[in-house]
């Protein structure tokens, strides 16, 4: 895999000012770039686009530090566009309007103009509109870069135009090649014991960027051994997880929680549980979340599990963090082990299905309760049989609207409470078709 940053021109190297190593180790060409095989291998889908001719406007998607402005950059020089690069923080509609004025009259000179746009989601609605006519005229070749869901984010009008390519986190092996370039760049090896490297690319949490900032912190010291990881631990601090409570990672871990309990896997499920406690989550809205999962999932299969959910949500409303998050814990790994159904979830929406397509249908009349005279004449109650005068208990009687044709939302499975469940259901079925013969 090639290396995500390489020696910068010899040209740049007298510049005034010492250089930050990020800058420093930056490619010269898309082969250079580390990581990112999916988009720029021989079969890449950016690479097969480059080859054809064919690129059109792109948003890249992916975590920070992982190339989305250098492979932009890139890009411009392989096609020989001029590149032009904004912030949406930073830049206004005034702004905007220069830069594609300054397209237009590129363009009417022969030239071309791909627009970088970096962190493209935080333009509004009118902002990213601004950009579809000098995208569909051939003004500007956009290229955008988000860390959001651009889902989510952006404009459909925007997404239809563009092409989006997600860009992956760099991997152990990719961020072990960074830290041997960064070496031989700085012409130094890192005093750091192997599981201290490792511990340092664990701390870079796949960020390049952040990979070399570590490695330029950790070059500079002056040791007698090399540091194993507790006395790199204690001298550097670890980067924080990548998650924002409202954005693309809330959602996507707290789907690899529910899908975890549904799987019946408690230790993943503990996992990314611990994944959004450490994030900042809310222990609240883990609570909420936990106890949808009981409901949702295991159901009747197993009732107490929501009791169980509803008790640990209410021991952590009285104890706080960090000891009523064991509480909650301890209801995940519960909801994992807990035999699993979603008939009741199955048999609500479609009971909902139902009851929307009959509308108004009327209960039959046998069970309506007659308080006046009138009702008594228009046959309310008339032949309602009172279960409790049935020798069994059960009369088997229509509950249903006249003319609807009875309806078996509720299916048990065979797992759980639900086993038992079924066997009183199948035993209510051949009661009433015997009273019904």
Not at 136 to 144: F, N, R, Y
Not at 171 to 176: A, M, P
Not at 186 to 202: C, F, H, K, V, W
Request: aromatic share 8%; net charge negative.
């Amino acid at each position: 895999m090639a290396d995500l940053f390489a020696h910068a021109p010899s040209s740049d190297s007298n510049a005034a000012g010492p250089r930050p190593l990020a800058d420093r180790l930056r490619p010269r060409a898309l082969s250079e770039v580390i990581g990112q095989g999916h988009l720029l291998g021989p079969d890449g889908s950016l690479r097969v686009m480059l080859d054809a001719g064919s690129l059109g406007s792109l948003i890249f998607w992916g975590p920070p530090g992982v190339g989305k402005t250098t492979i932009a950059r890139l890009l411009a020089q392989e096609t020989d566009l001029s590149f032009v690069q904004i912030s949406a923080i930073f830049t206004g509609v005034p702004d905007l309007r220069k830069v594609f004025e300054a397209a237009k009259h590129r363009r009417a000179n022969g030239g071309g103009t791909l627009l970088f746009v970096d962190e493209i989601h935080r333009f509004n609605k009118a902002q990213q509109d601004g950009f579809l006519p000098h995208m569909e005229d051939g003004t500007i070749l956009l290229v955008g870069a988000t860390t959001e869901n651009p889902s989510f984010e952006l404009n459909a009008a925007v997404l239809s135009r563009s092409q989006v390519l997600v860009l992956e986190r760099l991997n152990d092996e990719d961020l072990d090649q960074l830290i041997a370039r960064a070496e031989a760049e700085l012409e130094t090896q890192l005093p750091l014991t192997e599981d201290a490297r490792a511990s340092l690319r664990e701390m870079a949490d796949g960020d390049g960027r952040a990979m070399l900032n570590l490695v330029e912190q950790v070059a500079a010291w002056k040791v007698d051994a090399p540091l194993d990881p507790k006395a790199l631990g204690q001298r550097l601090s670890r980067r924080a997880a990548q998650y924002d409570k409202s954005g693309d990672a809330h959602y996507n871990l707290i789907s690899a929680l529910h899908k975890s309990v549904r799987g019946s896997d408690p230790d993943a499920a503990l996992y990314w549980f611990a994944r959004m406690l450490e994030g900042g989550e809310d222990p609240r809205f883990l609570a909420r979340r936990i106890t949808r999962m009981a409901v949702e999932d295991i159901g009747l299969a197993d009732p107490q599990a929501q009791r169980l959910c509803l008790d640990a949500w209410q021991t952590y409303e009285r104890l706080g963090s960090p000891e009523g998050e064991l509480a909650l814990a301890q209801a995940v790994a519960y909801l994992a082990l807990a035999p699993k159904s979603n008939a009741i979830y199955v048999a609500y929406k479609g009971a909902r299905k139902a009851a929307a397509k009959t509308g108004s249908a009327p209960p039959p009349k046998h069970i309506l309760n007659a308080p006046t005279g009138l009702m008594k004449d228009q046959g309310y109650g008339d032949g309602y049989a009172y279960d409790h005068d049935a020798e069994d208990g059960f009369s088997g009687q229509n509950y249903f609207p006249d003319g609807m044709k009875r309806a078996d939302f509720y299916q048990p499975v065979e797992r759980g409470f639900e086993r038992d469940l079924k066997k009183r259901l199948d035993w209510f079925a051949r009661q009433r078709a015997k009273r019904q013969g």
